[in-house]
């Protein structure tokens, strides 16, 4: 949907930056994870680093102030610490 505004042209990139389905897809392809999980990972992050408890610590108003993104990363957590692996977590 232009996932990043919400308007639900999923292949439509209005602005560079803005996320679509198929990066969503590659992510996932990257990973061998579904949509779904890649989608649930970067919600799990988002709400992980916007209350502060990131591993990185800073949460996302620091970096926002920093005008920082993230390099790098993991595959997200089925539980803190615990990795979500293909094997484990059914494609939806």
């Known amino acids: 949907m232009c996932m990043s505004c919400g308007c639900h042209h999923v292949h439509e ?3 560079p930056g803005d996320i679509v389905l198929e990066d969503l897809q590659q992510a996932a392809t990257n990973h061998g994870l579904s949509v779904a ?7 799990r992050s988002v709400q992980s680093e ?17 005008g920082a993104g993230s390099s790098g990363g993991t595959r997200g957590t089925a539980a803190e610490g615990e990795p979500i692996s293909p094997d484990e977590t059914p494609n939806m």
Not at 37 to 43: H, K, M
Not at 50 to 66: D, E, I, N, P, V
Request: proline share 0%; no cysteine.
């Open 13 to 15: 990139r209005h602005k």
């Open 37 to 43: 999980q890649v989608a649930d990972n970067i919600a």
């Open 50 to 66: 916007t209350t502060g408890s990131g591993q990185h610590g800073s949460g996302l108003a620091g970096a926002a102030a920093r």
